[in-house]
Every structure is written in structure tokens, then in C-alpha cells.
């Protein structure tokens, strides 16, 4: 039987002497894609994404209704593999490991490379604190009291919610608001103490006060977690990230392909591929 990788060996080693910027060792978290093609069955969904991802900032990726960024956003932590007959060619690579090599486990990597969806998915029957440590749990993490109360207290702080929960812990999650549930899952997320934060549309079920909330979040988080985002919302992305990718399909039944990725400012004022500056400056999509 093939041995999985155990979360450990899913982190970077410590770098020693000098530093290559270049080498996923020595720029811990960095994303590596490389020739990735993800498959349903016999129908190719994504074609071709190369990509490097950055720690430390957020990556934007952005694009048309079923141009594959969802699903490609997915394969970063092999989420997508719960559709079966869903698989890939080509590589993720995190820390210079490949996420889909051999004996890597699923469950592993998405220990380590959390998941924000795009509605709030608070286990409704779960007190607030409870729904903050049920990853932990479901890890069969063991902790005393004591300390699954700091954890508590540490992600929801981490969240920006602590200060409006702290006094109402027992409370069911599904009593917040619609705003207060997304962060309690972004909570819930860090409470894992992943390396990588992936965000799936996080704001668009959202008002304008709460989605405000969140992008300030992840301005906050990026110090911690390398952040990437799937959004909707071109504003959003030109207000967030560092880099954004521009995503497209040529036709129905045609795979989604990377057709462009760069620094946010330049994607939004000077592309260099013509179908970007289309979408950019909403002249399809």
C-alpha cells in the first residue's frame, strides 16, 4: 500500500545560507502550477494553466461564467476531486512537493490549503464556537479546555469577529448575519493553521458593508496566508490583489484557459492580450 504524506511533510524546510528567491524551499507557500489540465470524466475543463503564486499577497483570478477559474481555483487543493472521474495532468506544487504526486493524501493537503466558499456554510446547529473548532476536530485533534478556548479566541480574532461573538459563544452560527457567518468560516479556516487561504466568490452573496469587511480581512490575513480569490467583481480584484490572472473560454464545451496573468495594475490599465483589455474594459463578459 502507498504511504500518504502526513501534514508535516507538506511544510517548507528552514532555509539555510543564502536565500534563492526562486526556489519554493526558500519562498515558503509559494505556488508552483505547471501544464495543468483537469478533467471531468472525458470532458477537459481546464487546459494548460501555468502560473506562479506568491506568499504573502493576494492573487485575483477573474474571468467570464464557466471559464474554469472556480474549478482551477479547486484543484489547488484537489476539492474538486470530491466530483467523481475529476483529475489532472500536469502540477501544483507547494513547498517542493506536488500535490498531486504519489502517496500525497487528499485530506492532507486540504489540512493545509483551507477553503472559503461563496455562500457562508456555518454548521447551523453548532454553537459559534464549536463551528470555529470543528476542523480541529474533525483532524481528531485533541485539546484541552483550555486550549480549544484560545484557538477560539486567537481565529476568531484572526477573523475580525471576536470582539462582536466573544459574549454570545454558544450561541447557534447560524444566529449571525450574513457578513458574520463568512468570517466565521474564514475562522473556522485558520483554526487549522493552514499555509494557503483559497476563496471562492467570498463576497458575492454579500451587502457592501460586509463585503467591505472581508476584503479588509484579507488585507490583514496576507501577512500570514498566501490568499487566492475567485471574484466577480473586477472592483474587488483592483482593490485586493497584487497579481490577478484573467481566465477565458472560446466557446461551449471548450476548456477554460489562463490567458493572461500579471501585476493587478497593469491587467487593469495596459494588458497585453487583446481578450483581457475586452473583459477589463466590459466589452464582453
Known sequence: MTESVSVPELHAAAPTGDVDPNSPVDRPNRIDVT???????DFKAVEGVSMTIN??????????????????????????????GAYVD???VINGRDL????????????KV????????????????????????????????GDAEALVEQSLRGANLWNEVKDRLEKP??????GQQQRLCIARAI??????????????????????AIEELMLELKDTYNIVIVTHNMQQAARVSERTGF???EGTGKPGRLIEMDTTEKIFSNPTEQQTQDYVTGRFG
Do not use: W
Not at 498531486?100 to 489540512?111: H, I, K, L, W
Not at 457562508?120 to 479546555?145: E, Q
Open 100 to 111: 498531486y504526486g504519489p502517496g500525497v493524501d487528499p485530506v492532507a493537503v486540504r489540512r
Open 35 to 41: 501544464d495543468l489540465d483537469i478533467y471531468y470524466g
Open 191 to 212: 483554526a487549522v493553521e493552514p499555509d494557503v487561504l483559497l476563496m471562492d466568490e467570498p463576497c458575492s452573496a454579500l451587502d457592501p458593508i460586509s463585503t467591505l
Open 247 to 249: 481566465f477565458s473560454i
Open 55 to 84: 506568499p504573502n499577497s493576494v492573487t485575483a483570478l477573474i474571468g467570464p461564467s464557466g471559464c474554469g477559474k472556480s474549478t482551477f481555483l479547486r484543484s489547488l487543493n484537489r476539492m474538486h476531486e470530491v466530483i467523481n
Open 114 to 145: 483551507g477553503m472559503v466558499f461563496q455562500r457562508p456554510n456555518p454548521f447551523p446547529t453548532m454553537s459559534i464556537a464549536d463551528n470555529v473548532l470543528a476542523g480541529k476536530r474533525l483532524n481528531a485533534k485533541r485539546m484541552s479546555k
Open 173 to 178: 452560527g447560524s444566529s449571525l448575519s450574513g
Open 90 to 92: 500536469g502540477s501544483v
